[in-house]
């Protein structure tokens, strides 16, 4: 079943309230808590981040670089979530994402297992009902669709 | 005055319905467009666009390379507009974008000068009420209040 675009909007933005970006302590600490509970899970996945391939969540924490990288991801999921509901610009956004993460040959499956890995972080949080997390779920398919669509397009590997 | 911020954003997303973001032949000449107008009547920027400092329209319209920087202009325009009910999301937006030109090394007075220049193109292509002017101006002190502190703040030429 397909949830109204407003609904979805309204239910991601809901479950995001407790990880705003932010250039205090605590958006700060919100971006870096991402990349914790990211190389603690999925220690396959550091390898895309160069020089960080052994890193722990300690070295997360530690590191200048995680907690400007930590805001650009939230930054990233905040905006998409309020661009859904125009079409236009929330492809456009999804291409440009796309575009900027070319040089890492990331595995194109793993655009959409973001959202396995977000929402596994939100849940973690302790801050995730069954319903935001199907909502999370039906963004990241369309989201998915389009870094497909775009990838093929520019005759990169995609699935 | 300073007028309601949902408001700003009805008003600008209004004047921004015929400059749309997209990969489509009128989407990928919005962008081309305003790089046009920018050319051509603020040769002295084209400093910024290395190896293109030179550039008319004509060869605006002619490279792949503004076409996919007209898209990025767009998509930045669209999503800042979407951004400022939501102080939060809208100010890391402003924080990211800063930190992206950094290394362009720009005149700090060309954060708030940028809407003068894309204001000047709406009104240009005839879709630009004073309305929508004031409330583009609005976002714009806004946003470059924004630009300056995090300037300031990282030590950085601002205003």
Same mark, same amino acid.
């Given at each position: 079943?397909?949830?109204?675009?407003?609904?979805?909007?309204?239910?991601?933005?809901?479950?995001?309230?407790?990880?705003?970006?932010?250039?205090?302590?605590?958006?700060?600490? *919100?971006?870096?808590?991402?990349?914790?509970?990211?190389?603690?899970?999925?220690?396959?996945?550091?390898?895309?981040?160069?020089?960080?391939?052994?890193?722990?969540?300690?070295?997360?924490?530690?590191?200048?670089?995680?907690?400007?990288?930590?805001?650009?991801?939230?930054?990233?999921?905040?905006?998409?979530?309020?661009?859904?509901?125009?079409?236009?610009?929330?492809?456009?956004?999804?291409?440009?994402?796309? *575009?900027?993460?070319?040089?890492?040959?990331?595995?194109?499956?793993?655009?959409?297992?973001?959202?396995?890995?977000?929402?596994?972080?939100?849940?973690?949080?302790?801050?995730?009902?069954?319903?935001?997390?199907?909502?999370?779920?039906?963004?990241?398919?369309?989201?998915?669709?389009?870094?497909?669509?775009?990838?093929?397009?520019?005759?990169?590997?995609?699935?």
């Amino acid at each position: 079943m397909t949830m109204d675009r407003q609904k979805v909007v309204d239910l991601c933005k809901a479950s995001l309230e407790d990880v705003m970006v932010g250039n205090d302590e605590k958006g700060v600490q *919100n971006g870096k808590d991402f990349y914790k509970f990211f190389f603690t899970n999925y220690p396959d996945l550091r390898v895309y981040f160069k020089g960080a391939e052994k890193y722990t969540a300690d070295d997360v924490q530690k590191f200048c670089r995680f907690a400007k990288q930590g805001q650009r991801i939230l930054l990233s999921v905040h905006t998409v979530v309020r661009l859904y509901t125009d079409e236009a610009v929330f492809l456009g956004h999804i291409r440009e994402t796309v *575009n900027r993460h070319r040089q890492y040959k990331m595995d194109p499956a793993l655009w959409l297992a973001f959202f396995t890995v977000f929402t596994g972080f939100l849940a973690d949080r302790g801050s995730l009902t069954d319903e935001q997390r199907a909502a999370w779920m039906q963004l990241g398919k369309d989201f998915d669709a389009e870094c497909q669509r775009h990838l093929k397009e520019n005759d990169l590997p995609h699935v």
